[in-house]
C-alpha cells in the first residue's frame, strides 16, 4: 500500500445505496459507479452524521459533528475547512460544483478557501435567471410554489446544458488541464444529482416509465403517508421513483466521463478516489418522501462510501464509518491537522489492513429532532420526552438554509435577551448560545411532530419493521447515548429535551453553564 500524492472526491447527492448495482441495486442502471465499485474498496456499514445536505458536507469538509449544536450553516469563525490547511501545505485545491446551497445563506465560506472553484448555475433553488422560458410548462410541484429552477429549466437546450452534465464535463476537463502540473492536489467534485428535481431530457426522462403520459413528476412531496393520504396515487408515485432512476442513470453516465479522465491521465497510481453521498432519499419506501420529519431509517442514512487506493486491493470492509472518517482520511493522507476539535477517524488502517474497525459507534441526526445511535446491530432512535424542547443552538455566523417558503426570521428566528456568550468544546472564542423553550418559534428544522423512541435490531430486522422501543434493551442504549453526548460536550439543553440525566458541571464566566463538561 502506498501514500497517494492526490485525491479525488466525488460526492452525488442523495445517493441511494441500496440501488447502486455495486451494493446489489436491481432496479436502475449504474454502470459506472458499478465500475468504480469494481475497483474500489465498497464499505458496508457506512453512515450519515450531521443532516441534512450542508450540515453533511460540514462533516466532511470541517470534521466536526454540529446537528448537537446548531442547524443548518456555515463555517464558523472559530474552525477552518479542510481547504485552509491544504493551502498552507501547498495542496491544490480545487472545488467543482452545481450545489446551490454552497453559495446561499447557510452555506457560505466552504468554498473560499479553494485555490480554485467553478459553479456550474441553474440547480434546484440556484436564484440564476430572472425569467423563465416560456417554452417550458414544467411538472406538479406538490405544493412546493414557485422555485428558482422554474425559471432556469427552459433555458437547458440539451443534456449537455443541464447542472449535472455540465459540473462532470468541468471535472473531466480539470483533470485534463491540471493532471501532471501540481505535486499534489485535492479535487472535490460536489455534485447536486440526483437530488431532485428529478428533471432529465429524453431518453433518460421516459427510461423507467416509458408508459407514462403527461410531464414528468419531478418534485417528491416531502411527507409520510403521501399515497395514504391520497396526496399521490400508486401510479403517480411509480412514476416518480422512476424519474428519480432516470437522473441517476444519467449522472451515472456523465460520472464516467471523469473516470475516464483519471485513467487516460494515468492518475490511478498516485491518486485516492473517494465516491460518498450525503444521505439517501425516501422514494416511498414505509410511504416516506423526500427528507421529512421522521426518524433517521435505513434508507436516509445508510449510504454506499467507496474507495480507490493506490495498492490496494478492491473488496469489501464491513467496519463502522461516518462521514467525518472520510475528513479524517484526508487529513492522514496529506498529513496536515485542524484547530478545531475533530470527531472522525482516518480509514486508512482499514484500507492498509491494520485495522479491521475504527470506531464503535456513529451518531447521526437532523438539529432540533431525534438523536440517533447505530452501534454493533442496533439502531437506537431518541426523541423529546415530551415537548420538542428547551432548544440549544450556538453559532456565531447565524444562518440556515433558505425554504423558499419561509421569511428568513421565521426560519431561524434571531438571538434574543436570553442569549450569552458561551464556549464550543475545544474553543476559547466566545460564541453566542440561544436557547427556546417550549411555545417560542423555532428553528425550521425543529417543526416536526416528535414520534417517540426507536430501536431496532438491524442484524435480525434490517427493514426496521419492529420497533424494540421500551423493551429490556433500551436502558443501555439509552446509558450509552448519555455517555456519547457527554463524551462530545453537548449542550445541556440535549439531555433534558432526551429525557437523559444531565452530567455535573462546571461553573462558567458571564452566566449559567451551558455545555456539559465531562
Known amino acids: 500500500m502506498k501514500t497517494p500524492k ?28 458499478d465500475r468504480f465499485g469494481a475497483g474500489a474498496v465498497r464499505f ?28 443548518w450553516g456555515s463555517v464558523e469563525i472559530w474552525e477552518d475547512a479542510i481547504t485552509y490547511e491544504l493551502r498552507r501545505a501547498g495542496v491544490t485545491t480545487q ?5 446551490p446551497h454552497l453559495f446561499e ?46 425559471d432556469s429549466r427552459g433555458w437547458f437546450r440539451g443534456e449537455g446544458d443541464f447542472p449535472g452534465p455540465r459540473t462532470m464535463a468541468a471535472a473531466a476537463q480539470w483533470l485534463d488541464d491540471n493532471a501532471g502540473h501540481h505535486d499534489r492536489f485535492f479535487l472535490f467534485i460536489d455534485e447536486f444529482d440526483p437530488h431532485e428535481p428529478f428533471d432529465t431530457p429524453e431518453p433518460w426522462a421516459s427510461k423507467y416509465d416509458p408508459e407514462w403520459e403527461g410531464p414528468h413528476l419531478i418534485w417528491p412531496p416531502y411527507m409520510q403517508g ?13 412514476q416518480l421513483r422512476a424519474s ?21 491521465n494515468g492518475l490511478a497510481d498516485d491518486t485516492a478516489v473517494i465516491l460518498c453521498t450525503d444521505h439517501g432519499h425516501y422514494l416511498g419506501e414505509k410511504d416516506i418522501w423526500g427528507k421529512p420529519g421522521v426518524p433517521v431509517y435505513e ?48 480509514l486508512i488502517p482499514l484500507l492498509s489492513g491494520a485495522a479491521t474497525s475504527v470506531r464503535d459507534w456513529v451518531l447521526t441526526g437532523v438539529w432540533g429532532r431525534e438523536v440517533c445511535l ?30 423558499h417558503v419561509l421569511p428568513p426570521y421565521e426560519a431561524l428566528p434571531l438571538p434574543d435577551h436570553r442569549a450569552v456568550l458561551d464556549r464550543m468544546p475545544g474553543s476559547d472564542v466566545p460564541v453566542i448560545h440561544q436557547r427556546w423553550e417550549d411555545g417560542d418559534a423555532v428553528p425550521f428544522w425543529a417543526r416536526f411532530k416528535p414520534k417517540g423512541n426507536f430501536l431496532f435490531d438491524l442484524a435480525a430486522d434490517p427493514d426496521e419493521m419492529t420497533n424494540l422501543a421500551g423493551g429490556p434493551h433500551e436502558p443501555a442504549l439509552a446509558a450509552r447515548l448519555r455517555d456519547i453526548l457527554i463524551a462530545l460536550e453537548a449542550p445541556l439543553a440535549q439531555f433534558e429535551r432526551l429525557g437523559l440525566e444531565a452530567p455535573p458541571t462546571v461553573s462558567r464566566p458571564a452566566a449559567e453553564p451551558a455545555m456539559a463538561r465531562s
Not at 447527492?13 to 436491481?26: E, K
Not at 403521501?226 to 411509480?238: L, N, V
Not at 464509518?321 to 482516518?346: E, K, N
Request: hydrophobic share 35%.
Open 6 to 33: 492526490n485525491a479525488i472526491v466525488i460526492l452525488l447527492d442523495s445517493l441511494n445505496r441500496h440501488m447502486l448495482g455495486a451494493y446489489g441495486g436491481t432496479e436502475f442502471e449504474t454502470p459506472n459507479l
Open 44 to 71: 458496508t456499514r457506512h453512515y450519515t452524521g450531521s443532516l441534512p445536505c450542508m450540515p453533511a458536507r460540514h462533516d466532511i469538509l470541517c470534521g466536526a459533528l454540529d446537528f448537537l449544536w446548531r442547524a
Open 95 to 99: 472545488l467543482i460544483s452545481d450545489h
Open 105 to 150: 445563506t447557510g452555506g457560505e465560506n466552504y468554498h473560499c478557501d479553494f485555490k480554485g472553484w467553478t459553479y456550474e448555475r441553474g440547480h434546484e433553488g440556484d436564484a440564476w435567471k430572472t425569467r423563465p422560458d416560456p417554452s417550458w410548462t414544467g411538472a406538479p410541484a406538490f405544493g412546493r410554489g414557485h422555485m428558482p429552477y422554474d
Open 226 to 238: 403521501a399515497i395514504e393520504k391520497g396526496i399521490i396515487t400508486e401510479r403517480q408515485a411509480k
Open 244 to 264: 428519480y432512476g432516470g437522473k441517476l442513470s444519467m449522472i451515472d453516465h456523465w460520472f464516467g466521463k471523469v473516470l475516464d479522465a483519471i485513467e487516460r
Open 299 to 346: 434508507t436516509l442514512g445508510h449510504i454506499p462510501l467507496m474507495i480507490r487506493w493506490p495498492g490496494v486491493a478492491p473488496g469489501i470492509c464491513e467496519a463502522l464509518t461516518t462521514s467525518v472518517d472520510i475528513h479524517a482520511t484526508l487529513m492522514d493522507l496529506f498529513g496536515v491537522a485542524q484547530r478545531q476539535r475533530t470527531h472522525g477517524h482516518s
Open 374 to 403: 447505530v452501534s454493533e446491530h442496533w439502531k437506537y432512535v431518541r426523541g423529546p420526552a415530551g415537548a420538542n424542547a428547551p432548544l440549544s443552538m450556538l453559532s456565531n455566523r447565524w444562518s440556515t438554509m433558505p425554504t
